[in-house]
């Protein structure tokens, strides 16, 4: 299994406060991924990144930020939370642009 | 990535095939077809990609239509942990690093 762990697992917070998620693999790999799931949206990009401090927009940025400062580790972090934010997130790390994703075992986030 | 299409669910008894469709009548010749599974409660798992050829891996095959507007994924002795939403998607590998992208994908169910 690919070394991905995504911290916490779980977590429960109120709108408007500050949550960061973190993603860390230890697999070296380049690209890693931030996606959300949502019931009837399958899984949706949120951020990605192909290097160290190079990150782009995914389908469903609004709201989100996210930093890569070493190649391990991807943080997604949501400024103010909002209850439409309150989903199920998963990172994902490839070896190379458009090689298979390997899929972390996600972070439910619930936001009151 | 071109669309593809997928029977909304599908149920089959353990220890037997399972034949798992997708159709993709716009595919382009460069794309790759790649099959995700995901099991209740985790991330989405990497099975299979292929281009043209049938491919066999430990945990499935796939076959190819020569037109390559369609694909079956094979399991070849279904087992009550194959229980999962299995998706098909298409990738060319001359793309950028952005996220895959998931439509409703199939539910697998597995009868004992």
């Known amino acids: 299994d690919a070394g991905i762990t995504q911290s916490p697992r779980h977590k429960v917070t109120e709108t408007g406060t500050p949550v960061t998620l973190r993603c860390h693999q230890t697999?070296?790999?380049?690209?890693m991924y931030w996606y959300r799931q949502d019931p009837g949206h399958g899984l949706r990009l949120i951020h990605y990144?192909?290097?160290?401090?190079?990150?782009d927009k995914g389908e469903v940025s609004d709201g989100y930020s996210v930093s890569r400062s070493k190649t391990e580790d991807f943080l997604l972090t949501l400024e103010s939370a909002t209850s439409s934010q309150t989903s199920v997130y998963f990172c994902?790390?490839?070896?190379?642009?458009?090689?298979?994703?390997?899929f972390g075992d996600g972070t439910r986030l619930s936001i009151l | 990535d071109a669309k593809t299409t997928q029977p909304n669910s599908m149920e089959s008894n353990e220890e037997e095939p399972v034949h798992l469709p997708c159709n993709h009548s716009?595919?382009?010749?460069?794309?790759?077809i790649h099959w995700y599974r995901q099991l209740p409660s985790q991330g989405p798992e990497y099975v299979i990609h292929?281009?043209?050829s049938n491919v066999n891996n430990r945990m499935a095959s796939l076959a190819i239509a020569e037109d390559r507007k369609s694909s079956t994924l094979i399991l070849h002795r279904a087992t009550l942990r194959d229980a999962a939403v299995y998706y098909c998607?298409?990738?060319?590998?001359?793309?950028?690093?952005?996220?895959?992208?998931f439509g409703k994908g199939t539910h697998l169910i597995i009868q004992p």
């Open positions: 994902a790390i490839s070896e190379r642009g458009r090689k298979p994703q390997h």
């Open positions: 697999e070296n790999h380049r690209y």
């Open positions: 990144s192909y290097g160290v401090k190079d990150t």
């Open positions: 716009t595919i382009s010749g460069t794309d790759y």
């Open positions: 292929g281009l043209t």
């Open positions: 998607i298409l990738r060319d590998p001359g793309g950028g690093a952005d996220g895959l992208t």
